[in-house]
């Protein structure tokens, strides 16, 4: 039925004349705990739209943007996680044709470079956020930019202003919003989302994951990140089933509140990062999961960073009396550039799980371990096939020819979903999303067999590494993160969890490993968190000796310097993934927060330090244009 339509104006009006008065989402706003027996339950005050209702304010707040020549302009979006006006106010741009540009609020104290980034690069037009959240914003950020911005509270808006909105022509081409990237690398960009793509990647995550109008969605996601703005937020809406919110501060607050979500509602597809699922290992009781029910959960997707076998494993197990199925778990691949999803694993089938030996995988090579019992392996996870209409191919990222099936390789897809290119960012697009292959012609076409496509003449380079067997994806790393240490490859990711494991004191999900430069070799750098309760009596000398000993006996590697920082102060991206980059730059700057700094040698690490920091500092008023 969905196919007649080209963009998603289309399907909400659809579906507020044929479902008006059908529960479109639903979200928790209150959670009272009860103390006492250390359990939670889901008393909840609910916020929550029909079709009708959020067809009506979407048609609202079009007509304000209309009143003020904003169609075919930019509108930054800024709203707090806990509450639906961020759907609303999304619709409603979508409704005036004005590009969508979602952002994280600011927070009391917090730096604005990020968001001062995507202003500069974005220029909008108009703020869009609620009534509160604006007064704040004008008070603590008065000489900011974003402050000075033209401002709407779309919380306030008379919806009978709804009748007056004027039906814009919109194509499947038309630029429906920009998502900025996380900025793990670098300074933020806009990827550009066309109504086109947004419709081809919901048809394909609908059909990967078998979503049926039965589909019942719960999620924690910030909806003003890809994962959370395309997957849960617009996949249910394109179904036409009811969707669950809850905000992401509610679930990293109390991991228990997702799967509570989940069990009550009966929830068929739920998901999040790795981490999420390591956090509910982490902190659910036994006797909290014996009030849990997960029976209906039928997709539990798993991807935005890699996907670790021991984690599924470990949650399987701790869930498995809640009636968790091991076969729920949904590994997959996606980003931005890619609308989302670009691979999926088969939904109802186990995860496709690959034993590999270590020391090929650091010269890009695959070969199939002899047991998985021999510590010189790796167990990596398949992320699916490339969906529907996708193309994918592994290349040598310098010599921009396709691997062998055994090598790994610099990740290139094609096809509908592949976003436009970055905003305003000629060079950058051109290189990024119009890469051509030095080997065209039949080695393409036989290569992408297994994918469901044929040559394509231009692919977007993903950045990430990995691999394809027997029409599976394996991710490895990222491209720019990768640890080359005496002509060897080591992915950070890998160095940064046996890290953690190394001691109880190290917080999960919250260090960073990367290389700096001294006596002419590259030498290994670890910044981690300490847990909390840790922090006043931390036995330092101990926690380094694990780290060490770990990372030796793990990866072969010598530590040069560990860094050991303050709860909640590593450098992240607004999605939560590691900042490797600024790390690197807080290390040599000595910025960090910094609860003990331990190094080889530290006479010498001094010097280094200070000659690192004068020539960035150099470099830096170079490329500012500022005097020497």
Same mark, same amino acid.
């Given at each position: 039925?969905?196919?007649?339509?080209?963009?998603?104006?289309?399907?909400?009006?659809?579906?507020?004349?044929?479902?008006?008065?059908?529960?479109?989402?639903?979200?928790?706003?209150?959670?009272?705990?009860?103390?006492?027996?250390? +359990?939670?339950?889901?008393?909840?005050?609910?916020?929550?739209?029909?079709?009708?209702? +959020?067809?009506?304010?979407?048609?609202?707040?079009? $007509?304000?943007?209309?009143?003020?020549?904003?169609?075919?302009?930019?509108?930054?979006?800024?709203?707090?996680?806990?509450?639906?006006?961020?759907?609303?106010?999304?619709?409603?741009?979508?409704?005036?044709?004005?590009?969508?540009?979602?952002?994280?609020?600011?927070?009391?104290?917090?730096?604005?470079?990020?968001?001062?980034?995507? $202003?500069?690069?974005?220029?909008?037009?108009?703020?869009?956020?609620?009534?509160? =959240?604006?007064?704040?914003?004008?008070?603590?950020?008065?000489?900011?930019?974003?402050?000075?911005?033209?401002?709407?509270?779309?919380?306030?808006?008379?919806?009978?202003?709804?009748?007056?909105?004027?039906?814009?022509?919109?194509?499947?081409?038309?630029?429906?919003? =920009?998502?900025?990237?996380?900025?793990?690398?670098?300074?933020?960009?806009?990827?550009?989302?066309?109504?086109?793509?947004?419709?081809?990647?919901?048809?394909?995550?609908?059909?990967?994951?078998?979503?049926?109008? &039965?589909? #019942?969605?719960?999620?924690?996601?910030?909806?003003?990140?890809?994962?959370?703005?395309?997957?849960?937020?617009?996949?249910?809406?394109?179904?036409? #089933?009811?969707?669950?919110?809850?905000?992401?501060?509610?679930?990293?607050?109390?991991?228990?509140?997702? =799967?509570?979500?989940?069990?009550?509602?009966? %929830?068929?597809?739920?998901?999040?990062?790795?981490?999420?699922?390591?956090?509910?290992?982490?902190?659910?009781?036994?006797?909290?999961? %014996?009030?849990?029910?997960?029976? *209906?959960?039928?997709? %539990?997707?798993?991807?935005?960073?890699?996907?670790?076998?021991?984690?599924?494993?470990?949650?399987?197990?701790?869930?498995?009396?809640?009636?968790?199925?091991?076969?729920?778990?949904?590994?997959?691949?996606?980003?931005?550039?890619?609308?989302?999803?670009?691979?999926? *694993?088969?939904?109802?089938?186990?995860?496709? =799980?690959?034993?590999?030996?270590?020391?090929?995988?650091?010269?890009?090579?695959?070969?199939?371990?002899?047991?998985?019992?021999? @510590?010189?392996?790796?167990?990596?996870?398949?992320?699916?096939?490339?969906?529907?209409?996708?193309?994918? $191919?592994? !290349?040598?990222?310098?010599?921009?020819?396709?691997?062998?099936?055994?090598?790994?390789?610099?990740?290139?897809?094609?096809?509908?979903?592949?976003?436009?290119?970055?905003?305003?960012?000629?060079?950058?697009?051109?290189?990024?999303?119009?890469?051509?292959?030095?080997?065209?012609?039949?080695?393409? @076409?036989?290569?992408?067999?297994?994918?469901?496509?044929?040559?394509?003449?231009?692919?977007?380079?993903?950045?990430? +590494?990995?691999?394809?067997?027997?029409?599976?994806?394996?991710?490895?790393?990222?491209?720019?993160?990768?640890?080359?240490?005496?002509?060897?490859?080591?992915?950070?990711?890998?160095?940064?969890?046996?890290?953690?494991?190394?001691?109880?004191?190290?917080? *999960?999900?919250?260090?960073?490993?990367?290389?700096?430069?001294?006596?002419?070799?590259?030498?290994?750098?670890?910044?981690?968190?300490?847990?909390?309760?840790?922090?006043?009596?931390?036995?330092?000398?101990?926690?380094?000796?694990?780290?060490?000993?770990?990372?030796? %006996?793990?990866?072969?590697?010598?530590?040069?310097?560990?860094?050991?920082?303050?709860?909640?102060?590593?450098? &992240?991206?607004?999605?939560?993934?590691?900042?490797?980059?600024?790390?690197?730059?807080?290390?040599?700057?000595?910025?960090?927060?910094?609860?003990?700094?331990?190094?080889?040698?530290?006479?010498?690490?001094?010097?280094?330090?200070?000659?690192? *920091?004068? !020539?960035?500092?150099?470099?830096?008023?170079?490329?500012?244009?500022?005097?020497?």
């Amino acid at each position: 039925m969905l196919q007649k339509f080209s963009t998603l104006v289309d399907v909400l009006r659809e579906r507020a004349q044929q479902q008006q008065d059908c529960q479109a989402y639903t979200f928790i706003t209150k959670i009272d705990e009860d103390q006492d027996t250390k +359990l939670s339950s889901l008393n909840t005050k609910l916020s929550s739209l029909t079709y009708g209702e +959020l067809d009506r304010l979407a048609r609202a707040i079009a $007509v304000q943007l209309q009143s003020i020549g904003a169609t075919g302009q930019r509108a930054l979006l800024l709203y707090p996680s806990s509450g639906l006006e961020f759907i609303a106010a999304f619709f409603g741009c979508l409704y005036a044709s004005v590009v969508a540009v979602p952002a994280y609020p600011p927070k009391r104290n917090q730096k604005m470079s990020r968001l001062e980034a995507i $202003v500069a690069d974005a220029q909008p037009q108009v703020l869009l956020t609620t009534e509160a =959240l604006l007064t704040n914003i004008k008070s603590q950020f008065a000489e900011d930019p974003v402050a000075r911005l033209r401002c709407l509270a779309t919380d306030n808006i008379d919806e009978a202003q709804a009748e007056s909105w004027q039906k814009t022509t919109l194509e499947n081409s038309t630029l429906a919003f =920009l998502q900025y990237t996380s900025g793990s690398t670098g300074t933020p960009k806009g990827v550009m989302m066309s109504h086109g793509n947004l419709m081809h990647n919901q048809k394909i995550i609908q059909q990967a994951m078998q979503h049926t109008e &039965k589909t #019942i969605f719960v999620g924690w996601l910030p909806l003003f990140h890809d994962m959370g703005l395309i997957g849960n937020m617009l996949q249910p809406m394109y179904l036409g #089933i009811p969707c669950i919110l809850m905000s992401p501060e509610t679930f990293l607050q109390r991991p228990l509140r997702w =799967l509570q979500a989940i069990s009550q509602y009966k %929830a068929t597809t739920s998901g999040g990062p790795n981490f999420a699922y390591e956090l509910c290992v982490n902190k659910i009781t036994p006797e909290q999961q %014996a009030t849990l029910d997960l029976s *209906s959960w039928q997709v %539990a997707f798993n991807g935005a960073e890699p996907v670790r076998a021991e984690t599924m494993e470990r949650f399987a197990a701790a869930f498995a009396s809640c009636g968790f199925r091991r076969e729920a778990f949904y590994p997959c691949y996606g980003m931005a550039e890619t609308t989302l999803i670009v691979s999926g *694993s088969q939904a109802s089938g186990l995860p496709v =799980l690959q034993t590999i030996q270590k020391a090929a995988l650091e010269q890009n090579r695959v070969v199939p371990a002899k047991s998985t019992k021999d @510590t010189l392996t790796q167990t990596v996870v398949g992320c699916g096939q490339p969906l529907e209409d996708l193309q994918v $191919v592994i !290349v040598h990222p310098k010599t921009m020819t396709q691997c062998k099936p055994n090598e790994v390789g610099e990740i290139w897809v094609s096809g509908p979903s592949v976003a436009q290119g970055y905003w305003n960012r000629i060079d950058q697009t051109e290189q990024t999303f119009r890469a051509r292959l030095q080997d065209t012609g039949v080695s393409v @076409t036989s290569a992408l067999a297994t994918t469901g496509g044929g040559a394509s003449e231009s692919f977007l380079r993903t950045g990430d +590494l990995g691999f394809l067997q027997d029409g599976e994806l394996f991710v490895t790393g990222r491209v720019k993160d990768v640890i080359i240490i005496r002509g060897q490859n080591h992915y950070p990711q890998d160095i940064e969890l046996t890290v953690e494991k190394s001691h109880p004191a190290l917080r *999960s999900g919250c260090g960073a490993a990367f290389t700096v430069e001294g006596k002419g070799e590259e030498r290994l750098v670890v910044v981690q968190e300490v847990e909390r309760s840790y922090l006043r009596k931390l036995d330092v000398n101990g926690v380094v000796g694990n780290i060490r000993q770990a990372v030796a %006996a793990e990866h072969g590697l010598q530590v040069y310097a560990t860094v050991l920082v303050k709860t909640g102060s590593i450098p &992240k991206t607004s999605s939560g993934k590691i900042q490797r980059h600024a790390c690197r730059s807080g290390f040599l700057t000595g910025s960090l927060n910094v609860v003990e700094d331990w190094s080889e040698n530290p006479q010498n690490k001094v010097k280094f330090l200070h000659l690192q *920091s004068e !020539v960035e500092s150099i470099l830096q008023k170079i490329s500012t244009g500022k005097q020497l």
